[in-house]
Every structure is written in structure tokens, then in C-alpha cells.
């Protein structure tokens, strides 16, 4: 069992400043505001939505855009520090003499421990000087594997596949709004909870397929009202996740063993779920006595995606020309 508590504000910063050096100001201060008030919910993690800095700034790019590490992020790293929590600012960075969408990782030490650059920049971003990054990372942290996406990025499932072979347990998805049922379906096949944070709403995607801790701006939903966020608005999404959780193949020429044994000799140390149509048990361990991987070295488990991998590679061995990708043309996960 690993308790996580993940905190994203939703934050629609204002836009009525011509100003870009005020612009990033206000936006900042905004941000800020948040985190002190972020402090009431012990987060492990707090996000914020795509572009959360220099937001509607692409335009400014020359102006608005700024390294990583860097100003900004120095003055986040303070409040990380405050907070003991991991923080995820996604902003324009400067790097050189090219610009990326992209979010820094900032540890609770306050240092930036990574940086995710949107693969996938629209067609408008790359005119506007958006470069596509090159690199799906996931880090190491006390609470799992913690992988990145940003807003497009959804629309292209190997991002989805590449980050559930690397073992994420925990993807933030800063966005602008796009492809939520795409990301539902990744959250269970590969096994992955997925804090979606937009600037008007913000939610949770679970392994199980389950929406949690939605809020945004409909009718009553409760927003932020004692901060002056300078014609900003902004709402507060809490969840308290168990990132010890994976998906299994029901395919697996095994499955049928592990399952009743899996049930027989860890069953009140685990919660198990079936999705028949979909060939995929979720596997969840509810006792901080009892890991997954210590469960899957004992059965000899699979994950989806490893029992794909076997069956792809059979594939290949019988028909040479098959469309399927070749493991040898992934990455290297």
C-alpha cells in the first residue's frame, strides 16, 4: 500500500495584461497564493495546468519564457520546501534559442529534479516557436514512478504505452482540455492513475476507470473565493490515491492460477478487480506490509504489458512482415 495525496489546481489565470514581464508577475503571484493555501491538504504532490506561468502567452514566447532551472522556479522550490511536497510547473521554458511547452519537477527539497517538454505541440504552437520535445522520463519518488504528458500528447497512444512500459504508477496530465476518455482507458489498461489539471476543471482517472475528485466550473462547485487572484478563478482538486496498484492480463496463460492464489494467500492484504470486457484484472494492495512486486515474484505474475510483449514477439517469430511494431522498434523502456 502506498497512500499518495495529489492536490491540482485548477487555474484559470487572467489575460487583460499587455504587459508580458506583468503578465508572468501576476500569474506567479496567483501560483503562490495557491501553494500557501495547498498547505491545509499535506499534499505529496500539488499541479497546475498547462502553461499555468505565461498562460494565452504563446505569442510572447521571446519574452515570456524562461529556463529550467530558473527565476520562476527557484520561487517555487521555496514553497515546495514549505509545503514538503513535490511540485509540477508547466510553463514556456527558454532553452538556448529554443522554446518548449513544458513542466519542471520540483522535489520537496525545492530542487528541479526534471523536466517533461511536450512531445506533441499543435500545429499552432510549432508556428508560434513551440519546439516537440524528445524524451517520455518518468522519476523515481517515494510514492512510485511519476511520468508527465501535456494536453496533445494524449492524442498519440504510444506516449500512453511508453510511460506504462517504463512503470509509471502516477501520470499528471497539464492540459487544456483533450481526449479524457483516451486517458480513462489508459489509466486501467496500463495500470496508472492519471491527475488530469486544466484551467477550468480538474480530476482523477483511475486503474479502475473511475473518475474522482472532479471539480471545475459548473453550477456550485466550490471555487476559491479569499484569494485575490487578480481576476483569476481558480478550484481545488483532492485525492488520497493508492499508487500501489497495477493491471494484469486476463489473457495470461497463468491467470487463472495467480488469481485464485493471489486471493487465497494475500486476500485481505489486496482488492482485487476484474473487467471481463476488457481482459484486465486490477490489482490494488490495501497493506503497507505487502508490495505488488513482492506479490508478482511470489505468483510469478504478468502485467499486460509484459504478456503482450510475449505474444508480439511470437507473432513476429511466425509471420516476418506483420504490422505489428517490433519490441526492437520501441524505445528503450
Same mark, same amino acid.
Given at each position: 500500500?502506498?497512500?499518495?495525496?495529489? =492536490?491540482?489546481?485548477?487555474?484559470?489565470?487572467?489575460?487583460?495584461?499587455?504587459?508580458?514581464?506583468?503578465?508572468?508577475?501576476?500569474?506567479?503571484?496567483?501560483?503562490?497564493?495557491?501553494?500557501?493555501?495547498?498547505?491545509?491538504?499535506?499534499?505529496?504532490?500539488?499541479?497546475?495546468?498547462?502553461?499555468?506561468?505565461?498562460?494565452?502567452?504563446?505569442?510572447? =514566447?521571446?519574452?515570456?519564457?524562461?529556463?529550467?532551472?530558473?527565476?520562476?522556479?527557484?520561487? #517555487?522550490?521555496?514553497?515546495?520546501?514549505?509545503?514538503?511536497?513535490?511540485?509540477?510547473?508547466?510553463?514556456?521554458?527558454?532553452?538556448?534559442?529554443?522554446?518548449?511547452?513544458?513542466?519542471?519537477?520540483?522535489?520537496?527539497?525545492?530542487?528541479?529534479?526534471?523536466?517533461?517538454?511536450?512531445?506533441?505541440?499543435?500545429?499552432?504552437?510549432?508556428?508560434?516557436?513551440?519546439?516537440?520535445?524528445?524524451?517520455?522520463?518518468?522519476?523515481?519518488?517515494?510514492?512510485?514512478?511519476?511520468?508527465?504528458?501535456?494536453?496533445?500528447?494524449?492524442?498519440?497512444?504510444?506516449?500512453?504505452?511508453? =510511460?506504462?512500459?517504463?512503470?509509471?504508477?502516477?501520470?499528471?496530465?497539464?492540459?487544456?482540455?483533450?481526449?479524457?476518455?483516451?486517458?480513462?482507458?489508459?489509466?486501467?489498461?496500463?495500470?496508472?492513475?492519471?491527475?488530469?489539471?486544466?484551467?477550468?476543471?480538474?480530476?482523477?482517472?483511475?486503474?479502475?476507470?473511475?473518475?474522482?475528485?472532479?471539480?471545475?466550473?459548473?453550477?456550485?462547485?466550490?471555487?476559491?473565493?479569499? #484569494?485575490?487572484?487578480?481576476?483569476?478563478?481558480?478550484?481545488? *482538486?483532492?485525492?488520497?490515491?493508492?499508487?500501489?496498484?497495477? *493491471?494484469?492480463?486476463?489473457?495470461?496463460?497463468?491467470?487463472?492460477?495467480?488469481?485464485?492464489?493471489?486471493?487465497?494467500?494475500?486476500?485481505?492484504?489486496?482488492?482485487?478487480?476484474?473487467?471481463?470486457?476488457?481482459?484486465?484484472?486490477?490489482?490494488?494492495?490495501?497493506?503497507?506490509?505487502?508490495?505488488?512486486?513482492?506479490?508478482?515474484?511470489? =505468483?510469478?505474475?504478468?502485467?499486460?504489458?509484459?504478456?503482450?510483449?510475449?505474444?508480439?514477439?511470437?507473432?513476429?517469430?511466425? #509471420?516476418?512482415?506483420?504490422?505489428?511494431?517490433?519490441?526492437?522498434?520501441?524505445?528503450?523502456?
Amino acid at each position: 500500500m502506498r497512500p499518495t495525496r495529489v =492536490l491540482s489546481i485548477a487555474l484559470h489565470n487572467p489575460t487583460d495584461s499587455d504587459d508580458p514581464a506583468e503578465r508572468v508577475r501576476i500569474n506567479l503571484d496567483n501560483i503562490t497564493a495557491l501553494l500557501e493555501r495547498a498547505a491545509t491538504f499535506d499534499p505529496d504532490f500539488v499541479c497546475l495546468p498547462e502553461a499555468a506561468l505565461q498562460h494565452a502567452s504563446n505569442h510572447l =514566447l521571446d519574452d515570456v519564457a524562461q529556463p529550467i532551472p530558473g527565476p520562476a522556479t527557484e520561487v #517555487i522550490g521555496e514553497h515546495a520546501r514549505a509545503l514538503d511536497s513535490y511540485v509540477l510547473l508547466p510553463m514556456y521554458e527558454r532553452d538556448g534559442d529554443s522554446f518548449y511547452n513544458a513542466t519542471a519537477l520540483v522535489d520537496p527539497s525545492g530542487e528541479v529534479i526534471g523536466t517533461y517538454r511536450k512531445l506533441a505541440p499543435t500545429l499552432g504552437e510549432m508556428a508560434a516557436g513551440i519546439t516537440p520535445g524528445e524524451e517520455v522520463p518518468v522519476w523515481d519518488t517515494p510514492f512510485g514512478r511519476v511520468g508527465i504528458l501535456i494536453c496533445w500528447d494524449a492524442r498519440y497512444a504510444e506516449v500512453g504505452t511508453e =510511460l506504462g512500459a517504463k512503470g509509471a504508477n502516477l501520470v499528471f496530465f497539464p492540459t487544456h482540455g483533450t481526449t479524457h476518455n483516451q486517458l480513462r482507458t489508459w489509466a486501467q489498461y496500463h495500470g496508472y492513475h492519471v491527475v488530469s489539471c486544466d484551467k477550468n476543471d480538474a480530476k482523477v482517472y483511475t486503474p479502475r476507470r473511475e473518475v474522482t475528485a472532479e471539480v471545475g466550473d459548473n453550477w456550485k462547485n466550490p471555487e476559491v473565493e479569499d #484569494i485575490d487572484l487578480h481576476g483569476g478563478r481558480a478550484w481545488l *482538486s483532492f485525492a488520497e490515491l493508492n499508487t500501489d496498484m497495477k *493491471s494484469y492480463a486476463k489473457a495470461s496463460d497463468t491467470v487463472w492460477t495467480w488469481g485464485k492464489e493471489v486471493q487465497r494467500k494475500y486476500g485481505g492484504s489486496v482488492v482485487l478487480d476484474v473487467a471481463p470486457g476488457d481482459g484486465v484484472f486490477v490489482l490494488e494492495s490495501i497493506d503497507e506490509d505487502v508490495s505488488l512486486a513482492d506479490i508478482e515474484a511470489d =505468483l510469478e505474475m504478468e502485467t499486460t504489458r509484459g504478456y503482450e510483449d510475449r505474444t508480439r514477439a511470437r507473432i513476429h517469430e511466425t #509471420i516476418e512482415d506483420s504490422p505489428l511494431r517490433r519490441l526492437d522498434e520501441w524505445p528503450d523502456v
